[in-house]
């Protein structure tokens, strides 16, 4: 989920900013967009890339009761 565009799905870029925030970007494109939560929450913070491919892999396909995709939330 991203602060910016609301956006959920698609081929994506990771990575961290000078304060741990979460980037994403739709590859072949130049603007990285936040990754925020549907609570409107501040974001969590990484320590790198790493931890945030971890995470995001540790949700990957996780679906809801009613079969919706679960997007990735800082």
Do not use: C
């Not at 979460?22 to 990484?46: F, K, M, S």
Request: charge should be negative.
């Amino acid at each position: 989920m991203t602060d910016e565009e609301g956006t959920v799905s698609g081929e994506l870029d990771v990575t961290v900013d000078e304060q741990g925030g979460g980037l994403v970007r739709y590859r072949d494109t130049e603007t990285w967009y936040h990754i925020g939560n549907l609570d409107g929450e501040p974001a969590r913070t990484w320590t790198d890339v790493a931890e945030l491919v971890s995470a995001i892999d540790a949700g990957r396909g996780n679906r809801d009761a009613a079969g919706n995709v679960i997007p990735f939330e800082a």
